[in-house]
């Protein structure tokens, strides 16, 4: 089963939504959740492992795990 995570700063991560490839449904509740939280001001990675992960912009349902994070900010 896949995972899309939230990270919110001082909350750790959230669940947002578990998915299986072979029940399209859970895809597209998957994908709705992706779309809803991937706001301005946030970032997507599509976690392949250790010291792997890869900038998303759309909702990758092939993606084992997808970590959406606040955009760091310098000041």
């Known amino acids: 089963m896949s995972k899309l995570r939230l990270l919110k700063t001082g909350h750790g991560d959230l669940c947002l939504a578990e998915w299986d490839v ?3 449904d859970s895809i597209s509740d998957a994908e ?3 779309a809803e939280h ?3 001001g946030r970032m997507a990675f599509r976690l392949d492992g250790p010291g792997k992960t890869t900038p998303i912009r759309e909702f990758d349902p092939s993606a084992h795990e997808i970590l959406l994070v606040p955009a ?3 000041g």
Request: charged share 10%.
């Open 22 to 24: 072979a029940q399209p």
């Open 32 to 34: 709705r959740a992706f």
């Open 38 to 40: 991937f706001t301005p």
């Open 72 to 74: 760091i900010q310098g």
